[in-house]
């Protein structure tokens, strides 16, 4: 099971779910008479325990690990990095006495602008910047909007305050069962949006307060590597010893026909929403798409979870994966298994969500459908740091195959992520400042 080293949300199937991918095939559906789904169907959907059993999903195909590319050059064989263009250069004066054998050249000393460039400031820049500097490292991080990244803005933390106030709901109306009477209650989601805005703000405060303390240099700026030891940025170009990569995922959507259409969302926008849709249809029942279904069912939405995998949370374990439908099934959620998504069209001034089986309505499709690596921060280094599955690779001390360029965080290859998002940065930023070699091992 995927280790977070911040605390995950308990209640969610986010906390439970594993890293590792179960390449099931999609199962085999008739065509349905009807074009489109009716609320029959809907009802008759797969209740958990008629999920497909464990044999019918093929085994894990092993995870290619990456070993350290300095011993091991051959798993890494990238072209060699040109040279890079330094700020200033200055010499060492080489004092020689009369009986002292001539001393060899006085070897150049770089001096570059900054002993550590940190880009990108979610969690991992954030750590990593904070660390390197608590070390002694003159420390530059740039963020292209807003520190805190996915965690604070689009991930967890919302997440967080929503399934807190979806679980009130639930006890509200489970209240009755114990004979309180409770007037008819509602969601406003607009007040709730306030709330986890002003819960934001205060950690994003806090965030920015602790890099300062630290003496950390913030760009407001998008930045991408220019050499080993140059960031092109909107400021100009600057210079840095050493550089951790800390550039996190985004939500990927499939390329399917309609999926840009209005109505169409990612978890970038799904915590911004200011009326809860009364018709939601979530795409992909992994961890995220079964936490958000969750919420709106609480919510009031009527929510529907297509998944083309046999089961939901298909990465879990089977017990997890059941107990995640068993309660999807009892918050009213609907859940359709093994059902493959085709397209978006318009349909009677909704949307229609095109399947296998048909055609189901709704007012809002939220894509679930995975996250890539964010890998622009590479810029023209993107040819000459390898990657894997596209994500960077590093080795256990989080060092990529150009020596002096680190990764952390989400950008990185998940079986290093099993160490946790805080724990690669901080590796990476003890690396970096003072050239140790602390190393994750055993942690995968
Ligand atoms: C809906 C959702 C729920 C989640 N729930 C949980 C949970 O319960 N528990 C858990 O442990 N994890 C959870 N996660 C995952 C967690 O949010 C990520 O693991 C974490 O955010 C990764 O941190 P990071 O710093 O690597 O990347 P990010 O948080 O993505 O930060 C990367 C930052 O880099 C910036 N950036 C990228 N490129 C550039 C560039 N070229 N120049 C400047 N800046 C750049 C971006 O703007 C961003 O701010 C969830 C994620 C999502 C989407």
Redesign the pocket.
């Known amino acids: 099971m ?1 280790e ?6 308990a209640s ?1 199937p ?2 439970k779910t594993l890293s590792r991918q179960a390449g099931a095939p999609l199962s085999a559906f008739k065509p349905g008479k009807r074009p489109y789904l009716t609320g029959a169907d809907i009802t008759s959907c797969a209740k958990p325990e008629e999920m497909a059993p464990p044999e019918n999903i093929p085994p894990i195909p092993p995870i290619i690990m990456h070993t350290d590319p300095v011993r091991e050059p051959q798993t890494l064989v990238m072209p060699t990095a040109p040279p890079a263009a330094q700020t200033s250069v200055i010499f060492d004066p080489v004092v020689q006495t009369k009986n002292e054998k001539p001393e060899a050249p006085a070897r150049p000393k770089v001096r570059y602008d900054f002993d550590i460039a940190v ?9 990593a910047a904070v660390r390197a500097a608590e070390l002694g490292a003159k420390v530059i991080l ?19 305050v929503y399934t807190k106030t979806a679980d009130r709901l639930r006890q509200i109306r489970d209240a009755e069962k114990r004979g309180v009477t409770v007037p008819a209650e509602t969601i406003d989601l607009k007040s709730s949006l306030a709330g986890k805005d002003k819960v934001v703000a205060a950690l994003s405060d806090d965030m920015t307060g602790r890099l300062r303390d630290a003496g950390v240099i913030v760009l407001n ?4 590597l220019k050499n080993e030891h140059e960031i092109i ?1 909107g400021v100009g170009v600057l210079s840095a010893e050493k550089v951790i990569l ?6 990927v959507v499939p390329l399917l026909p309609g999926m840009n259409r209005r109505g169409v969302i990612t ?2 926008k ?2 911004t929403l200011r009326e809860a849709p009364k018709r939601l249809i979530v795409f992909g029942g992994g ?2 798409g079964c ?2 279904a969750e919420i709106f069912a609480a919510f009031g939405s009527k929510v529907v979870v297509i998944e083309k995998q046999p089961r939901m949370l298909p990465g879990a374990d089977l017990e997890i994966s059941k107990e995640t439908s068993k309660r999807l099934f009892a918050s009213g959620v609907r859940l359709f298994p093994g059902v493959s998504v085709l397209g978006v069209t318009d349909a009677r001034g909704c949307l229609g969500i095109e399947t296998e089986r048909g055609c189901i309505e709704c007012d809002m499709l939220f894509a ?1 459908t995975g ?1 890539i690596p ?4 590479l ?1 023209f280094m993107a040819g000459q740091i390898a990657c894997e599955d596209g994500a960077i690779m590093v080795n256990d001390a989080m060092e990529t195959g150009i020596p002096g360029i680190y990764a ?5 290859i998940p079986s290093k ?1 099993a160490a ?2 805080i724990e ?2 901080k590796i990476a930023a003890e690396n970096a400042a003072n050239g140790a070699t602390r190393q994750t091992v055993n942690l995968v």
């Open positions: 995927q977070y080293l911040f605390e995950p949300i969610t986010y906390a880009i990108g400031g979610g969690p991992a820049g954030y750590t740039f963020e292209k909007d807003e520190v805190g990244g996915t965690d604070l803005y689009r991930g967890r933390i919302p997440m967080k700026t998008r930045a991408a940025s800390c550039g996190g995922c985004q939500p978890s970038d799904i915590f961890s995220i936490s958000v679930a996250r964010n890998l622009l921060s810029g952390a965080g989400d950008i990185i992520r946790g998002v690669t940065a």
